[in-house]
């Protein structure tokens, strides 16, 4: 038995969820679930899709289908959806929304464990030309499957939600879960971003496929990263020649890229805190996530636009950033206004823009130094 309906809408697409779901601070996953506050989430999944236009998409982990059906609803007239989904009640809310869009015919409903359907596509010739798997928790599990279901060229996106684990606060979960050592820092959002992208590209490599980063971005709760798959020994080679670490020195606060994790710090002796493995190359398809900014402008979807927005430039700067709250407090000045330390940069011949992954954070090609020095100058008025 279905549980209380409600139709909300998202895009053009009109939605049966969960009446609760829409009351609710912390939507119950059962009997059915649906997050209302990802709407971000989906509507940057429709605009990419526009952008790429995939023959065929695997919805890995449905739920009601929210983004599958808004997928074939929105993103193509032709494109065949797949929804696997093993809660029986969501499936049942996802034919629904399917048929209430006019899409059905083009949405195959699958009642099946997800990790299991992703494995099963493993050598087969029945892959998909876009693979989404948005999970509660870690997406680490269906990291292979998700992989081994796509097609050469196909893009792949996921979802994190234990941003707290890949962000540092539980190292000791972060080595379990993705072989990588991660620690706080100032640039904990695009450390997490390049962990889990780091992640996605040893996996790749045991099955001789690399990755091609896309766009990823923080938003809440979550982290989401979308990749093309390169199949081939060469291609996994190359991207894994994208993985490195990222060192933070305690005492002078140098920050650098190193193939290997070190010790200390090469400026001044002190104590090295690396994160890593992590993706340590280029992150933006700079066209395609143009593309579809634009598209997400002229629909009004705010934050989507925003969150793709915002990369605009990012991959002209190191794999890292600082942090003005950190810098400020250890200065012990008041605030800084955020422009005022960029314009300085600039004036220097510097670049610099915010960290699109943190509300304070400093993207520039400045050393901390120089970083440092403006902040300083900026406090002076």
Known sequence: MLPK???TREGSTELFVPAESLRAKDPKTFPAFFNPAAR??????VAVARATRPATFLDALAGTGARGVRIAKEASESAKVTLVEFNATSLAIARKNAKRNGVYSRCEMVHEES???LHSRFGRLERFEAVDVDPFGTPAPYMQGALTAADDGALVSITATDTATLCGVYPTVALRRYGARVVKSEFAHEAAIRVLLGF??????????GVEPVAAHST???LRVYFRVARGAAKSDRALGNVGHVASCVACHRVTVTADPIKACAECGGKARCIGPQWVGNL???KLV???AKDCSRQGWT???GALGALEGVDAFPPFGYSMEAITSREGVSSVRFQSVVELLRSSGRSAMRQPFGSSGLKTDAPYSEVLSSVRQSARG
Do not use: K, Q, T, W
């Open 220 to 222: 809440l709760h979550y």
């Open 40 to 45: 971000v989430n989906r509507d940057v999944s």
């Open 115 to 117: 990790n299991a359907y």
């Open 284 to 286: 933006v398809d700079e």
């Open 5 to 7: 309906l409600a139709l």
């Open 200 to 209: 996605c590209a040893r996996v790749g490599g045991v099955v001789d496929i």
């Open 303 to 305: 934050g989507a636009a």
């Open 290 to 292: 143009a593309e579809a």
